[in-house]
């Protein structure tokens, strides 16, 4: 076999091949022996038909197109092993010449992953929000853990805001009571927010047997988006009772002894947090310089694909369990369908280009996986994707997706390297040294990486 690569631009070659018809020899005779298994002639027990006679009865064009059919992906192959391409998807083969007993050639165009200059990133500089805690932050999150043990007890007057109250609702749209519109004994804070646009006017000044109707937009169900009269009917009326915030709070809501030590542990809490999410933040921006810095072509249909896929994963799963369409989803965001159209373009191509630029910096780096980063990062996973560890370990290793998840890692390990060599300042003007938070950040560069495995883990399948 001979084969010779055509670049046609910097994402697409075509390869064209030459093979001699007695390296066929392997497939035609698989083609005959699969075509016996096939036909029935008379005379002949099955499977036991002659070649000449299977010529005559169907014809040497079947067996040839078999026999070539079944070579093909193997020529091809070694076509791509010579020339050390990367290829993405699936080719588009032309026969151009097929002459029995003589030769088969064929060309085949596939687009392939483009070459990429990495240049010196360690000049690169970003700033991120400073880490700071004021005081209002921690009585805050003291009230928070404050409204978490509040106690209710029920009271002979009108509803008020904070006042929690036990409901019964019944929902119509074009004066049908819908079949899933229907609920008792639901308990709801008013001010909440919780329930629908409309109901905290309509409980407010009600006490318990008092009803209400009012109008509002179904948020989910049989007719989620569609407008409905519905009648609420306030069962009970709770007060909520906070409790006071003293020592004894202390002890019944943490294991400190006094409000200074929950106090204290909020405040470090909240610290931590900031710092991850300033951690998270210098990768998120230190990535978007690097993409500045490098030129990255782009093939056609691996973009299109993954713009598909991102499409389909919004509609299909997103959309569909909160009840709402596209159209509907636009017409909250307040965004129109080619503005939509161009956001998902905008991000499906970053998130090609940070695979591509992630994947030459492992190379570049020469990075690698142990056992102990791909355990930690399936866990990640599988607690993100409501499965057990094992659970979702199974349905990797049978889905083949161990690779997959290996280039998650490496990728998020060659964005810290990156990050480790820039310049990361606050708005305060002073260096951020992240060395404490970036395993905890680590994650979130393994999932800036992932951006764009859905496509091209369907174009290289």
Same mark, same amino acid.
């Given at each position: 076999?001979?084969s010779?690569?055509?670049?046609?631009?910097?994402?697409?070659?075509?390869?064209?091949?030459?093979?001699?018809?007695?390296?066929?020899? &392997?497939s035609?005779?698989?083609?005959?022996?699969?075509?016996? #298994?096939? =036909?029935?002639?008379?005379?002949?027990?099955?499977?036991?038909? /002659?070649?000449?006679?299977?010529?005559?009865?169907?014809?040497?064009?079947?067996v040839?197109?078999?026999?070539?059919?079944?070579?093909?992906?193997k020529?091809?192959?070694?076509?791509?092993?010579?020339?050390?391409?990367?290829?993405?998807?699936?080719?588009?083969?032309?026969?151009t010449?097929?002459?029995?007993?003589?030769?088969?050639?064929?060309?085949?165009?596939?687009?392939?992953?483009?070459?990429?200059?990495?240049?010196?990133?360690?000049?690169?500089?970003?700033?991120?929000?400073?880490?700071?805690?004021?005081?209002?932050?921690?009585?805050?999150?003291?009230?928070?853990?404050?409204?978490?043990? +509040?106690?209710?007890?029920?009271?002979?007057?009108?509803?008020?805001?904070?006042?929690?109250?036990?409901?019964?609702?019944?929902?119509?749209?074009?004066?049908? =009571?819908?079949?899933?519109?229907v609920?008792?004994?639901?308990?709801?804070?008013?001010? %909440?927010?919780?329930?629908?646009e409309?109901?905290?006017? +309509?409980?407010?000044?009600?006490?318990?047997?008092?009803?209400?109707?009012?109008?509002?937009?179904?948020?989910?169900?049989?007719?989620?988006? *569609?407008?409905?009269?519905?009648?609420?009917?306030?069962?009970?009326?709770a007060?909520?009772?906070?409790?006071?915030?003293?020592?004894?709070?202390?002890?019944?809501?943490?294991?400190?002894?006094?409000?200074?030590?929950?106090?204290?542990?909020?405040r470090?809490?909240?610290?931590?947090?900031?710092?991850?999410? !300033?951690?998270?933040? +210098? !990768?998120?921006?230190?990535?978007e *310089?690097?993409?500045?810095?490098? &030129?990255? /072509?782009?093939?056609? *249909?691996?973009?299109?694909?993954?713009?598909?896929?991102?499409?389909?994963?919004? =509609?299909?799963?997103?959309?569909?369990?909160?009840?709402?369409?596209?159209?509907?989803?636009?017409?909250?965001?307040?965004?129109?369908?080619?503005?939509?159209?161009?956001?998902?373009?905008?991000?499906?191509?970053?998130?090609?280009?940070? #695979?591509?630029?992630?994947?030459?910096?492992?190379?570049?780096?020469?990075?690698?996986?142990? #056992?102990?980063?791909?355990?930690?990062?399936?866990?990640?996973?599988?607690?993100?994707?409501?499965?057990?560890?094992?659970?979702?370990? #199974?349905?990797?290793?049978?889905?083949?997706?161990? /690779?997959?998840l290996?280039?998650?890692?490496?990728?998020?390990?060659?964005?810290?390297?990156?990050?480790?060599?820039?310049t990361? *300042?606050?708005?305060?003007?002073?260096?951020?040294?992240?060395?404490?938070? &970036?395993?905890?950040?680590?994650?979130?560069?393994?999932q800036? %990486? &992932?951006?764009?495995?859905?496509?091209?883990?369907?174009?290289?399948?």
């Open positions: 076999m001979k010779a690569v055509e670049t046609l631009n910097p994402t697409r070659v075509r390869l064209t091949v030459e093979v001699p018809f007695e390296e066929l020899k &392997e035609l005779d698989a083609a005959y022996k699969k075509i016996n #298994q096939q =036909v029935t002639v008379k005379g002949f027990r099955k499977g036991k038909i /002659p070649a000449r006679v299977i010529d005559q009865r169907f014809g040497r064009g079947a040839l197109e078999e026999a070539v059919n079944d070579a093909l992906p020529f091809y192959t070694e076509a791509v092993n010579e020339a050390e391409l990367n290829v993405l998807g699936q080719p588009e083969v032309d026969i010449e097929l002459k029995d007993n003589e030769t088969l050639n064929f060309t085949a165009e596939v687009d392939i992953r483009p070459a990429i200059e990495i240049p010196d990133y360690s000049g690169i500089e970003v700033e991120v929000d400073a880490v700071e805690v004021s005081d209002e932050d921690v009585e805050k999150a003291v009230e928070e853990l404050r409204e978490r043990f +509040a106690s209710t007890s029920p009271v002979e007057r009108a509803a008020e805001d904070g006042d929690v109250v036990t409901l019964d609702l019944e929902a119509k749209v074009e004066g049908e =009571v819908l079949e899933d519109g609920a008792s004994g639901v308990s709801y804070t008013i001010g %909440s927010g919780e329930l629908l409309g109901i905290d006017e +309509a409980v407010k000044g009600l006490e318990a047997g008092g009803e209400a109707t009012f109008t509002s937009e179904l948020k989910g169900g049989s007719a989620a988006g *569609k407008e409905s009269e519905v009648t609420v009917k306030v069962t009970q009326v007060a909520r009772e906070l409790p006071e915030l003293d020592d004894d709070f202390a002890q019944l809501a943490s294991e400190f002894d006094t409000l200074d030590e929950v106090k204290a542990d909020s470090k809490r909240l610290e931590n947090m900031k710092q991850y999410d !300033q951690a998270t933040q +210098a !990768q998120e921006r230190v990535l *310089k690097l993409l500045e810095l490098v &030129e990255v /072509p782009v093939p056609e *249909k691996l973009l299109a694909d993954e713009i598909e896929t991102r499409k389909h994963n919004l =509609v299909n799963h997103q959309l569909g369990q909160m009840g709402l369409d596209l159209a509907k989803y636009l017409e909250i965001q307040g965004k129109t369908e080619e503005e939509f159209d161009a956001e998902t373009k905008e991000q499906a191509e970053k998130g090609i280009k940070t #695979q591509f630029v992630l994947d030459e910096l492992v190379n570049k780096e020469k990075l690698n996986v142990n #056992q102990e980063e791909l355990t930690e990062h399936l866990m990640r996973r599988a607690q993100s994707s409501g499965m057990s560890p094992d659970q979702f370990a #199974q349905a990797v290793v049978e889905g083949g997706q161990v /690779p997959m290996v280039g998650e890692v490496a990728r998020g390990k060659a964005l810290a390297v990156v990050v480790e060599a820039a990361v *300042k606050d708005t305060n003007g002073e260096v951020v040294d992240l060395d404490d938070d &970036e395993e905890e950040a680590a994650a979130e560069g393994e800036a %990486s &992932e951006t764009s495995d859905s496509a091209e883990e369907k174009t290289e399948a």
